[in-house]
């Protein structure tokens, strides 16, 4: 009965390789979210995605792409990973109206 | 099942007063508890609240964690327009990496 759900939980990989994590909502909203929570626990977001527009934070890489083959999955494709993409990414989900957002539980990002 | 709670789920107040928003939680393996405050876009970063660190101020902000009754509170003095958010409590569950966030308090501060 998760609500919003990521996996895997955790990620260790290797400089240069493509990874991808997967998120779903069970929740019916129309927006999904992903964000990257930093060292401070800020959490920047990355993306946030309906069924009809993609707006992305120019501060994020294009080696980052998010895909949604429907509205309950967003799942999040970074290429050529480097040392700095080493985080905490967290995937939300909001209704329509945009007012309070579920998070998923994160996946610990560990780039070597 | 861990879960954390917010109450109230919203609250409308005047400039000026007092407010405190509450936070429970039922986790396997508490590690920190975090608040944030998320007006239109991404939620910021308030305050991070461990077993060594129970107790938080910052300006017209403090927050203090109670290990015993596994809750925490965020007080606001002085409220301001400027206040008026959601405010996002969240739990950082030992071990698992793995954080639970309530569904938050929307706090709307009237002029």
């Known amino acids: 009965d998760t609500a919003v759900s990521q996996t895997p939980k955790y990620l260790v990989t290797q400089m240069g390789n493509d990874k991808s994590i997967k998120c779903e909502q069970n929740?019916?909203?129309?927006?999904m979210y992903w964000y990257k929570q930093d060292s401070k626990k800020f959490l920047k977001i990355m993306f946030s995605?309906?069924?009809?527009?993609?707006?992305i934070n120019e501060t994020v890489p294009n080696r980052f792409s998010p895909k949604s083959p429907d509205k309950a999955h967003l799942n999040l494709h970074i290429n050529s990973l480097e040392l700095g993409d080493s985080a905490v990414y967290f995937c939300?989900?909001?209704?329509?109206?945009?007012?309070?957002?579920?998070f998923g539980p994160g996946t610990r990002l560990t780039v070597l | 099942e861990d879960k954390v709670v917010q109450s109230p789920l919203s609250l409308v107040v005047h400039e000026g007063d007092t407010v405190t928003l509450n936070c429970s939680y039922e986790v396997t393996n508490f590690r920190s508890l975090l608040w944030y405050k998320q007006e239109k876009k991404a939620p910021t970063f308030l305050f991070m609240l461990t077993s060594s660190g129970i107790e938080k101020k910052s300006g017209r902000l403090s927050s203090i964690l109670d290990k015993k009754e596994l809750s925490s509170i965020l007080n606001i003095t002085a409220t301001q327009t400027g206040d008026s958010a959601i405010y996002l409590c969240a739990v950082e569950v030992s071990g698992e990496s793995k954080y639970i966030f309530g569904t938050g308090t929307r706090l709307k501060v009237l002029a």
């Open positions: 939300a989900s909001s209704p329509s109206d945009g007012n309070t957002q579920y």
């Open positions: 995605y309906n069924n009809k527009e993609l707006i």
């Open positions: 929740l019916g909203h129309d927006t």
